[in-house]
């Protein structure tokens, strides 16, 4: 079992930052794929950025369109903690942020395909 536990969402202006982390316990290894997703209210839950997991010492990511060039993943394995760096930040990058992850070497995108979940983060954007 992995457990998951999400922080730093809040409250930011347009054009603000904000980093969360994502830290893992239980069967943590860097073995496993971490990504990030959202689900603002009304809407379905949305992949938003994923890091592969490593067997060896290469990573691989991908961000969601919507989030290139503004929002950064990276993993700390020492620390079993994922980060998602957010520059820029829009009123529509309003919602809860989640991650997840699965047993990989892959950077995995479909929601369907992870296993392990945390409860979420509120990132509000004001206009």
């Known amino acids: 079992q992995v457990q998951l536990v999400e922080s730093g969402g809040g409250v930011v202006q347009a054009g603000g930052s904000l980093r969360l982390s994502c830290a893992a316990s239980g069967r943590t290894s860097s073995t496993y794929a971490m990504g990030w997703f959202r689900q603002a209210q009304g809407k379905e839950r949305e992949f938003v950025a994923a890091?592969?997991?490593?067997?060896?010492?290469?990573?691989?990511?991908d961000y969601a369109d919507f989030v290139k060039g503004r929002f950064t993943i990276s993993r700390d394995n020492a620390k079993n903690t994922v980060y998602l760096q957010m520059n820029s930040l829009k009123p529509e990058d309003t919602a809860v942020y989640y991650c997840a992850a699965v047993y990989s070497a892959s950077v995995v995108v479909p929601t369907s395909s992870y296993t392990y979940w945390g409860q979420g983060t509120q990132v509000t954007v004001s206009s």
């Open positions: 890091i592969s997991g490593a067997f060896g010492s290469t990573y691989y990511v």
